[in-house]
């Protein structure tokens, strides 16, 4: 059988489509400075999916060589995207991939078990690594090399020797992928599609990982935390924030009526009681007891105003609660979703490739290029449309994918998708 090598992301580059470029604020008390996205990669093995890398520098470039000498700040973060990286596997894909992209002299400056490198290799020691986490290899313009997770440093150098090292292991001569490679150096505006950013931007740490981040902290010298801030905002929809913001305020509103109107109530009555009490002291004479009942009516009225506006105060309370509670979840149904579409888009790519042939005729003739296929499916599992989205430079290989495209047969929509049809791209490399 001829030997055939298919590769699949989950983003590609669309030559007639440009997003906006992503800007990174890296700042300090003393600077601070603007980093654009210079490229972005998902690192993938065996059909798992382990992190999408993302490269921020002052300014763009796809030289190795002019990045690892420039001594402006720059940035290299890595999204985990897969349930869990043990330790042993990420320990050994990180002393690997250091090792092999680095000069001997190198590997002996950081061999030490205290070095940043084998704290960064020992991150999954004590737990996996899981979905969610970031790891963040940071040069700030005091010309300190930091390494992150979750925000949390863990580990500094001076200079910028540790940052290239650590970075030949995505650039240098034996990255991941010669593709992983081109995507990270990209020179393009941003030029990945929204399935890319979705990914990058859909899992963050959860509460419980920072306050583990915490803990495996250790100070970092002359460099503070707060120092580093990514500014990570999604493009999703608002509209359910703004009606749960409508119907806080209504909500609010209404509580505050009501309190009002009960104070107002208990002050007419007590007021009607008081002059009530004090007409018949004076009637009967009694002086002394009519200034007495007086002012009991008045500490009655005081504590009845005061009874008012606790238990508005209380309600206020539970109404901001139960909109807290109502955000929390629309979020989480939200975020269901939106994995359960990743899923299914990364299952639906993985069966596209199990179908694909390549031609015998394109293989002899030493033809080789990149199809993009478009596919749309609906909740039955039934493909709608599937064509090409980018051609190749052979229409054998078009016809190829496409045939590919037709054949599969989809997974039916997770209960937790909401939505009627499902598009999805899927990138196709025929490679010798």
């Known amino acids: 059988m001829k030997s055939m090598m298919f590769s699949l992301l989950r983003f590609i580059r669309r030559k007639n489509t440009v997003f906006p470029a992503i800007v990174l ?44 000498a420039s001594h402006s700040p720059a940035k290299m973060e890595l999204s985990i995207i897969t349930s869990k990286w043990r330790n042993r596997s990420f320990s050994t894909y990180v002393n690997s991939q250091f090792s092999i992209n680095n000069s001997k002299s190198i590997t002996q400056k950081y061999a030490s078990v205290n070095s940043p490198v084998n704290v960064l290799a020992g991150l999954a020691q004590a737990t996996p690594l899981l979905a969610g986490d970031v790891i963040s290899i940071e040069y700030s313009q005091q010309g300190i090399t930091v390494l992150s997770l979750n925000g949390q440093p863990f580990s500094s150098d001076q200079g910028k020797t540790l940052f290239n090292a650590l970075l030949n292991m995505w650039i240098g001569k034996r990255p991941p992928s010669r593709q992983f ?78 309190a009002e109107a009960e104070a107002l109530a208990i002050t007419a009555a007590t007021a009607k009681d008081k002059a009530d009490a004090i007409a018949r002291a004076k009637a009967s004479g009694q002086a002394a007891m009519a200034k007495a009942v007086e002012e009991q009516a008045a500490e009655m009225e005081q ?63 030493g033809q080789q290029g990149t199809v993009v296929l478009e596919i749309t499916s609906n909740a039955t599992g039934k493909v709608l449309s599937s064509k090409v989205h980018t051609q190749s430079p052979y229409k054998s290989l078009d016809k190829a994918a496409k045939k590919a495209g037709r054949k599969v047969k989809p997974e039916t929509f997770n209960k937790l998708i909401k939505v009627d049809t499902i598009t999805t791209l899927v990138r196709v490399v025929f490679v010798h």
């Open 181 to 258: 490679k081109a995507d990270i150096l990209t020179l393009a505006d941003a030029e990945v599609t929204a399935d890319t950013f979705e990914i990058y931007h859909l899992l963050s740490p959860k509460p419980k990982r920072l306050d583990f981040a915490k803990t495996i902290a250790i100070g970092v010298t002359g460099f503070s935390a707060e120092a580093i801030k990514l500014d990570k905002s999604s493009q999703h929809s608002n509209e359910q924030q703004k009606a749960l913001d409508k119907a806080k305020t209504q909500a609010l509103a209404e509580a505050a009526s009501q």
């Open 303 to 365: 504590e009845r105003l005061a009874k008012a506006a606790e238990q508005a105060r209380v309600k206020k309370s539970r109404i901001e609660n139960e909109y807290r509670q109502q955000k929390l979840a629309q979020q989480e149904i939200a975020l269901q979703q939106k994995r359960a579409i990743l899923e299914y888009k990364t299952a639906l790519r993985l069966k596209v490739t199990q179908k694909i042939r390549y031609p015998a005729r394109a293989y002899e003739l």
């Open 25 to 68: 604020m890296l700042g300090s008390s003393l600077t601070q400075a603007e980093l654009q996205l210079n490229g972005i990669a998902e690192y993938n093995q065996l059909r798992t999916s382990y992190y999408v890398a993302a490269l921020y520098l002052q300014e763009k470039s796809a030289n190795p060589k002019a990045i690892m």
